[in-house]
């Protein structure tokens, strides 16, 4: 099998990219049933080859970091099995592998 190198990679799979002025988590919060609720959510954009990306909200874990400003594929362990064993995109969980460098600020 021969090695996949970036570009072979970018060409075949959708490819999320979070922009600079998106480098950061918007937080919502309130109280429902009496429980306070807390969510951090970041914006990003898949690119599927279509004309427009798609825009969709990732969710950032109260232990984590935002993503940084780049290009991401999306991890293996953001899918799973939904109701008779569909495949189901876990936003809860969800996992982005940096294809770029970091940038420095």
Known sequence: MKD????????????????PDQAMATVKQGVKEGREWIIREQIAYLNTGKRYPLEFKVIIDKDN?????????????????????SLRFDTRN???????????A
């Open 4 to 19: 996949l190198n970036q570009a072979a990679i970018t060409k075949h799979l959708p490819i999320v990219t979070i922009h």
């Open 65 to 85: 970091s935002p993503y940084p400003a780049g290009n991401y594929l999306l991890s293996s362990c953001s899918f799973g099995s939904g109701d008779f064993n």
């Open 94 to 104: 969800l996992v982005l592998i940096p294809l770029d460098e970091p940038k420095k």
